[in-house]
């Protein structure tokens, strides 16, 4: 607001003492203060108010005058309660500096004053930023626009003085304000997500209301494209959030209206992101198809070369690979999982400690309507020092994800998770697919909303063996074992140590071969013929882990 606009509003009982060429300043703030020294607490455009309790004598008017002038104020008021009228050489220092000079009638409460301007900066402020907004809409719909949620919220922390973060539903820390501070801890993080998507759940509309300590958050869904809301079970586990630092519940129309605007232009940069997905993703497809089609390991490998400079742009050498599978399972099945999957998966698998949108463009997910897969690439260098530790692994996975999730699913939902070892070559890319999706049955097996399996854990099914009943132990290994042993006994084929062997060199032709000391096509003929007799193909890994089951309990 303007100086000139204090003295139009009569209520404020202000009365011009000096500095009439000046009343086109603008007032950002107002301020009380009986110090001499007020400085530390001045930022620029202030209307100061005083009882002029700092004022001894006459000497320390001017000293006073000139802090304020360097400090960048707008206006000086002086009450008039205490010594009747404003002292001579305070209008006189006032008008060698050059700063407005105002007289606040006894009647009149600095509180008054204060409520006023505030009142009017905010609604300006609200205004200008609502002007911005607008533009900033107009201009990322009709093309590129820098800056990102960063910008957006910037404008909220300087000109509303809001804190603000946008976070994933998972709870990672997408964006932030420069004003709000120091990031907001991951726990922070996934509480409020929490939060938010439990209400989401719920049906209650945004925006949100979290307490967490002893601070209010208010949070406001970001819905992409604008999309209306429906089922919310469809977009819950995928949409953004905007977490503000403030209780919205008492926010007059106007503010919330602001907010919304915010939302819609951060969905546009959503949306944005998700076109530029378009291309990983149909690279996912293409791989997943010609894997599970059986397509020549050439084939897949010249696919994959295509996948790894978009992935993982600069890299020299050809990268690594783990493969994760994910479904979302509602209790009516009435929702196509696939998609809801595909869209998590790109929201989770990045570390939770990263920020911002641009790692979750280093992964390709495809969906085949049932379920979510990933193709998840990990320099050559790392992987080979310590394997799938420089990857994904499914317990870091699952407490990154677990909390904020499980209230979204709320009581009719589940996610299982499986992640595969890291492979180096398209000819391991069918093994770590049915790894992780053998991974992913594993943690179906387990209670809980959100579970998530790796293949390290494949071979602890040695330890549920125990526990299994006899009769369905020798029902199993019978349906499995008794062809090999009745072929065995007729024709003296050693199929059982065969296969034994097999397993233990994991499917290595030419180890097997060496340990039996056999002709690989000698061992070509064995294993042709356990197939054969039994049905089962060992290349699967699941026929695999039937056998090596099988082979455990008899």
Not at 34 to 50: I, M
Not at 390 to 406: N, Y
């Amino acid at each position: 607001m303007r100086l000139r606009a204090l003295l139009d509003t009569d209520a404020l009982g202000l009365k011009l003492l000096g500095g009439e060429d000046e009343l086109d300043r603008t007032v950002r703030g107002v301020m009380t203060t009986d110090l001499r020294d007020p400085s530390r607490y001045l930022s620029g455009g202030e209307l100061v108010l005083t009882g002029l309790a700092w004022r001894r004598d006459a000497a320390d008017s001017d000293p006073f005058v000139r802090i304020l002038v360097q400090a960048g104020v707008a206006a000086l008021a002086a009450g008039t309660a205490e010594l009747g009228d404003v002292p001579e050489d305070l209008v006189v220092a006032c008008a060698r500096h050059r700063l407005p000079l105002f007289a606040v009638h006894e009647s009149v409460a600095f509180a008054t004053v204060t409520e006023h301007v505030v009142r009017q900066v905010s609604g300006e402020r609200a205004g200008d930023l609502a002007a911005v907004v607008d533009r900033h809409r107009r201009l990322m719909t009709s093309g590129p626009a820098g800056g990102g949620p960063d910008v957006v919220l910037d404008l909220l922390g300087s000109d509303l003085d809001l804190r603000a973060w946008v976070l994933s539903p998972a709870g990672r820390l997408i964006a932030g304000s420069k004003s709000a501070g120091p990031a907001l801890p991951p726990d922070l993080c996934a509480r409020l997500a929490a939060g938010h998507l439990a209400a989401a759940r719920s049906g209650r509309r945004g925006p949100h209301r979290v307490t967490l300590g002893n601070t209010v958050y208010s949070l406001f869904p970001i819905r992409s494209g604008g999309r209306p809301a429906g089922d919310p079970r469809e977009t819950v586990l995928s949409e953004w959030l905007l977490a503000v630092e403030a209780d919205a519940g008492d926010w007059p129309a106007e503010r919330l209206d602001l907010l919304q605007g915010v939302t819609q232009l951060i969905a546009v940069e959503r949306d944005r992101r998700d076109a530029a997905r378009t291309v990983r993703r149909r690279l996912a497809q293409e791989v997943l198809e010609l894997v599970q089609t059986g397509a020549a390991p050439a084939e897949i490998a010249a696919r994959l070369r295509v996948a790894a400079p978009v992935l993982l742009p600069g890299l020299g050498a050809a990268p690594h690979w783990q493969v994760v599978v994910a479904r979302v399972e509602w209790a009516d099945g009435d929702i196509e999982p696939g998609p809801a999957a595909q869209a998590l998966l790109e929201e989770i698998l990045v570390d939770p400690r990263a920020t911002g949108p641009e790692p979750s463009d280093r992964i390709a997910v495809a969906h085949t309507g049932e379920e979510a897969i990933a193709l998840v690439p990990l320099p050559a260098v790392s992987a080979e020092h310590d394997g799938s530790e420089a990857g994904v692994l499914a317990d870091a996975l699952l407490d990154a994800v677990a909390e904020p999730l499980s209230a979204g699913l709320d009581d009719d939902g589940r996610i299982t998770l499986g992640v595969s070892a890291a492979v180096h070559s398209a000819e391991g890319l069918r093994g770590a697919l049915e790894e992780a999706r053998h991974a992913r049955r594993v943690a179906a097996a387990r209670v809980g909303r959100v579970c998530a399996a790796g293949h390290q854990e494949l071979a602890s099914h040695v330890l549920l063996l125990p526990f299994v009943p006899d009769d369905v132990r020798r029902a199993f290994t019978a349906r499995l074992l008794d062809p090999l042993r009745d072929y065995d006994r007729r024709h003296r084929a050693e199929l059982i140590p065969t296969l034994e062997a097999f397993l233990d060199c994991d499917g290595s032709w030419t180890r097997c071969a060496t340990r039996l000391h056999l002709h690989v096509n000698t061992l070509r003929y064995r294993v042709g013929r356990i197939e054969q007799l039994t049905g089962r193909d060992l290349s699967r890994l699941e026929d695999k882990l039937d056998f090596f089951l099988a082979l455990r309990m008899s």
